[in-house]
C-alpha cells in the first residue's frame, strides 16, 4: 500500500545487518539522504539490489512493471490514480512546490482504485523488470537490454507528463545518488 520508508529501511538495516552497495564502497548515501522528521518517508539513495534485498528480508519481492501498473491504473486504465484530470493536490509533484519527499500516504486523495497510496508523485518506484520495448514497438532506445530497470511513478521534481500511471522510465539498478527513487514490496501469491 506504501512506498518503503527511511524507518522501514533501517529497521532491516539494524535487523540483519545489511551493507547497502554504496557502504560497501565507503559511502552511506541513504544514511545521509533524511533527517530527524523524515524517518516516514520513502527511502531514497537505495540500489535495486538493495531494495530487492529489503523485499526478500519480508519474503516479499519488487513489483513487476505489469503489476505496478495495474496498482496505479485499476482495470479502468485511469491515466492518473485518482482519475483522469491532473489535479496536483493528489500528488507530491513539481506543482505542489514542496521540494522534496514528504510522508508517505500524505496525499490520501490521490489513491488508485485498489487504495495503493503514491503511486504518482513523492519518488520513482524501482520494479522488478529490465527496460525493454513493448511488444511490437519497433522504435529503438540505446537503454533497452539489461542496462536500466523500469522505474515508475514519477517524482517530487516531475510535473504531469512524468507522473501518468503509463508513463516508464529506467534507471542504472547501482545508482546510489538521487533523492527521487525509493520502491515498495509486493507479495507473491
Known amino acids: 500500500k506504501f512506498e518503503v520508508t527511511n524507518a522501514d ?37 537505495v540500489t535495486w539490489n538493495d531494495a530487492t534485498a529489503y523485499c526478500t528480508w519480508l519474503d516479499k ?13 485499476g482495470t479502468e486504465g485511469l491515466r492518473f490514480p485518482w482519475g483522469n484530470e491532473w489535479d496536483p493536490s493528489k500528488a507530491n509533484v513539481k506543482d505542489t512546490g514542496l521540494r522534496s519527499t514528504v510522508v508517505v500516504g500524505s496525499f490520501g486523495g ?18 522488478a523488470d529490465w527496460y525493454q520495448p513493448y511488444p511490437g514497438n519497433t522504435v529503438g532506445d540505446v537503454y533497452y537490454g539489461e542496462k536500466c530497470r523500469v522505474i515508475r511513478g514519477g517524482g517530487w521534481f516531475d510535473n504531469e507528463p512524468q507522473s501518468t500511471t503509463f ?23
Not at 167 to 188: K, M
Open 167 to 189: 508513463n516508464r522510465n529506467c534507471a542504472d539498478p547501482d545508482i546510489t545518488t538521487t533523492d527521487e527513487l525509493g520502491f515498495r514490496c509486493v507479495r507473491s501469491k
Open 110 to 127: 490521490g489513491a488508485s482504485p485498489y487504495d495503493v497510496q503514491d503511486m504518482t508523485g513523492n519518488v520513482w518506484e524501482w520494479t
Open 61 to 73: 519481492r519488487l513489483p513487476t512493471e505489469a503489476e505496478w501498473e495495474k496498482a496505479a491504473r
Open 9 to 45: 529501511f533501517a529497521a532491516f538495516v539494524q535487523a540483519t545487518g545489511y551493507e547497502t552497495d554504496a557502504e560497501k564502497t565507503g559511502k552511506k548515501y541513504w544514511r545521509d539522504s533524511f533527517g530527524e522528521g523524515e524517518e516516514n518517508h520513502p527511502v531514497v539513495r
